[in-house]
């Protein structure tokens, strides 16, 4: 019987029927800031610290296996960055390589959209944030690249389903830009999320630099609001009803890879929400 | 029952009719812990070695809902201040399993349930002399399914007080555990590891040597345990393996 009342909620986690999950991310990283050629946003990841070795092996914070329900996200504490941070799922659609100008993007093998039931409709497309990780440093020249392909076909398709042949340049913020700087990738006019990103284009190419291409799906969000790191509550049913379910997305076809990771939104520096205390409840 | 927290006017009422309870709580680890690994926990975790013991109470009431909670720590962790059940002991040195107790029955807004700890752990009350041992725990499910297994390889030698969780590694399906009926080892010759479940009383991160007020468990959705005269409430840590200081004020409000 599904979750109906608060009384519901807490009867089903002293049932045994949630997650507690006691997080520890990895340690922040100073990556490289960004600035107006690559859109100004930086974002910055945690993923599971004891597991990890950044970034050629990525521990998913862990989840008790194969979930029989939906698993609501309840409540969560951060211990994060500023400007905003919490729980998020990246969905890693492709890996770019920064050394080497044209098609760069090798696109992971699961087919996008992923897909949610919305609103009472099935296998509905997540909008997702698109992000671009650096993973190995860039040097000599900045790279530069671009969601189409070198021919100039499209490279992204856009929240509606529409493909879009990107215009915009995202430049890296230094020739030297660090391992682990993470940036929203800037999207055409009108459009603020993606379904998949099909091409990459590398106009300008560095002696040195690798990038894995995410798109994020945001769980859980607090705004944290001073420079200091500080323990923040996000309380999913008492600020509005918030219950993602805490299971990932799937992918159209094949096996998405899905890591969940604290996530925090910051103009200055990169930062993760390096510890989350985090509370579902089993929709049974 | 529940007449405490069915409004904030009753939990005031009755904090002034039927007195509360301060509970200070102070512990430290003195020697640092051993970190857990992706077989063990996923996130290191560590057990202070003093408890409190829930005191008796007065005439017409039956035990006492923690209502707020300061707390101070000298590290940054996830902290969880639960009621804790002795689930089940292993001697290594014999492949010795004692059994516990059953997780216990507690009233939830207003439903007596059959609990399940959503936080069982094992915690090594004796260093162990032990490589790579793999332990096997068999228990009882959130539905009350007997014999399912969990398997953990712990690290080598882990040392007094240090806590691992077994929820990540729980069968496919499992969320919670109602019981311990065995624990095993593959391996070691001395020390001893005791499964616990925790129904957390209070949950939340204190960021090294900053005092904190932990959220009120009135706003939000977590479920409210009553505390129970002579059970017994651990503190845990978290995020990490080092040693820690601990300061806690627990305050308990009358429940009829």
């Known amino acids: ?284 | 029952m529940g007449t405490a927290l069915n409004a904030l006017d009753n939990m005031v009422s009755q904090n002034q009719a039927k007195g509360p309870a301060i509970r200070s709580f102070m512990s430290y680890l003195s020697a640092n812990t051993t970190a857990a690994t992706t077989t063990s926990g996923y996130t290191s975790g560590q057990r202070f070695p003093d408890t409190i013991t829930v005191q008796s109470v007065g005439a017409g009431v039956s035990g006492g809902y923690v209502t707020g909670c300061e707390l101070w720590s000298s590290r940054t962790v996830c902290c969880v201040i639960a009621l804790e059940t002795t689930l089940g002991t292993l001697t290594v040195s014999g492949n010795s399993f004692a059994g516990g107790s059953a997780m216990p029955t507690k009233t939830v807004a207003g439903t007596s349930l059959t609990t399940a700890t959503l936080i069982p752990v094992i915690v090594v009350t004796t260093a162990l002399t032990a490589t790579t041992p793999i332990l096997t725990i068999t228990y009882t499910d959130q539905d009350g399914n007997t014999g399912q297994t969990a398997t953990m390889t712990l690290p080598t030698n882990p040392v007094i007080n240090s806590a691992f969780l077994v929820a990540p590694h729980l069968a496919a399906g499992d969320t919670g555990v109602r019981a311990v009926t065995g624990l095993s080892i593959s391996t070691g010759s001395a020390g001893t590891l005791r499964a616990f479940g925790l129904l957390p009383i209070v949950l939340g991160f204190v960021a090294a040597n900053v005092a904190i007020l932990m959220p009120s468990p009135l706003a939000t959705s977590l479920p409210m345990f009553l505390c129970e005269a002579n059970e017994v409430i651990a503190v845990y840590n978290f995020g990490t393996a080092l040693t820690s200081q601990i300061r806690a004020d627990l305050t308990f409000v009358a429940e009829n």
């Open chain 1, 1 to 284: 019987m599904a979750i109906t009342t608060r009384a519901g909620i807490q009867q089903n986690i002293a049932k045994g029927w949630g997650v507690i999950q006691l997080l520890s991310g990895t340690t922040r990283v100073g990556g490289t800031t960004a600035n107006a050629g690559c859109g100004f946003m930086n974002i910055g990841f945690s993923w599971n610290s004891i597991g990890t070795t950044l970034y050629t092996t990525l521990q998913s914070f862990p989840l008790p296996l194969s979930l029989p329900n939906e698993v609501f996200h309840l409540w969560s504490q951060y211990y994060g960055g500023l400007g905003g941070c919490g729980l998020g799922y990246l969905y890693k659609i492709g890996t770019v390589d920064l050394t080497a100008t044209g098609n760069q993007l090798t696109h992971d093998a699961a087919t996008f959209p992923v897909v949610r039931t919305q609103l009472n409709a099935a296998s509905q497309p997540v909008g997702l944030i698109p992000v671009v990780l650096i993973t190995t440093a860039t040097a000599t020249t900045a790279p530069v690249f671009r969601l189409r392909t070198l021919a100039g076909a499209a490279g992204y398709v856009d929240q509606d389903g529409n493909s879009i042949v990107g215009t915009k340049t995202m430049t890296m913020p230094a020739a030297a830009t660090a391992a682990g700087s993470g940036y929203i990738i800037r999207l055409e006019d009108g459009d603020s999320a993606v379904r998949d990103i099909t091409n990459v284009e590398v106009t300008t190419a560095g002696t040195a630099g690798a990038a894995t291409i995410y798109g994020l799906e945001i769980l859980s969000k607090y705004p944290t609001n001073r420079q200091n790191y500080i323990p923040a509550t996000s309380n999913g049913l008492f600020r509005g009803i918030e219950l993602p379910d805490l299971r990932p997305a799937t992918a159209t076809s094949g096996t998405v890879t899905a890591e969940l990771v604290g996530w925090a939104q910051r103009t200055t520096t990169l930062g993760g929400a390096d510890m989350i205390l985090n509370v579902g409840v089993l929709n049974v």
